[in-house]
């Protein structure tokens, strides 16, 4: 029943994706330029306020129902990951179809995140931590649809053309900025300390699925790494900017480049996220060249 809703699930993603880019093309909007991207970033904000929402949902009220965090079921929990599989077919075939989201990076991350969504969901493994990355960590990645949004579409970011929009890009990289640090900086290790304990005591005991639980301990810490080195990267821009505005009081300074994405970094370091936002302080043209930062992250799931 799973296998066949996640099916279900898969196509009509594609479907409302296809149905979307058909409708902003008809549109002449200023996002018609790239309607690929802008379909994609309408269904990926949809998936990942469901994983976020419902993941904190299950994370604060049924999280503690699972006894056995390695082998237990639930059914909520293994829903969630079913849905995340879905996406992450989905959103890897869109990648390979959309030449402003293909990148060796987002490729891998959601080859990686679907497979460990498919053992979750198909095999009730760890869907106790399953909660968590496929869902609690998902939150700042609602507040990324929108920077990497107004990231492409620099000119609906303008505060001569749309000041409201200006404040909904503001706002949106303040958030994803301190979700990123406090959820997958923060929180992430001590749930990875925990997973690692679980998994450890499961293998001892050689209660099964083996191969799954090594798999899924070393992708761990990878993932584990890149959260840090992200997170130091945000800081250190957060930094930069809030101890450099001082300096450039009329508008005229430095010009400061934050790469902050979904889980983020830049291309120099095969990043995966093209969350890269230009700060001019105190003044932002709609007209600055565009980075070649991309992507999405090599473990929003964090399996």
């Not at 200023?30 to 990942?48: I, N, T």
């Not at 909660?131 to 000119?155: A, H, N, Q, W, Y």
Request: include cysteine; hydrophobic fraction near 45%.
């Amino acid at each position: 029943m799973g296998d066949y809703r996640a099916l279900c699930t898969t196509i009509v993603l594609f479907s409302v994706h296809f149905v979307l880019q058909g409708l902003i093309l008809c549109c002449k909007s200023p996002v018609s330029r790239d309607s690929g991207f802008a379909a994609h970033q309408l269904c990926f904000l949809f998936c990942m306020s469901y994983c976020a929402i419902f993941g904190c949902w299950l994370w604060a009220n049924r999280a503690d129902e699972i006894t056995d965090h390695v082998y237990g079921y639930h059914q909520g929990a293994s829903l969630l990951a079913e849905f995340n599989c879905s996406f992450q077919i989905y959103d890897l075939v869109i990648s390979l179809y959309e030449k402003t989201l293909r990148k060796t990076d987002r490729i891998v991350h959601h080859s990686v995140a679907m497979v460990l969504a498919f053992w979750s969901y198909h095999d009730n493994l760890l869907q106790y931590y399953s909660i968590f990355f496929f869902g609690v960590s998902e939150v700042s990645s609602v507040f990324l649809t929108f920077v990497e949004f107004f990231k492409e579409f620099p000119r609906l970011r303008n505060p001569a053309i749309n000041p409201y929009l200006t404040q909904v890009n503001e706002i949106s990289r303040i958030m994803f900025a301190a979700l990123f640090i406090s959820i997958r900086v923060v929180y992430w290790p001590y749930i990875s300390m925990q997973f690692w304990g679980d998994s450890l005591d499961a293998l001892s005991r050689g209660r099964g699925y083996s191969f799954e639980l090594i798999f899924t301990m070393i992708a761990n810490i990878g993932l584990t790494l890149l959260q840090f080195h992200w997170g130091s990267m945000i800081a250190r821009q957060i930094h930069r900017k809030l101890f450099s505005s001082s300096a450039a009081p009329d508008g005229g300074g430095e010009s400061i480049s934050i790469d902050i994405d979904g889980n983020g970094a830049n291309d120099d370091i095969g990043s995966p996220g093209k969350a890269v936002e230009d700060y001019k302080y105190g003044t932002m043209s709609s007209d600055e060249p565009r980075s070649s930062t991309l992507g999405g992250s090599l473990l929003k799931s964090a399996a």
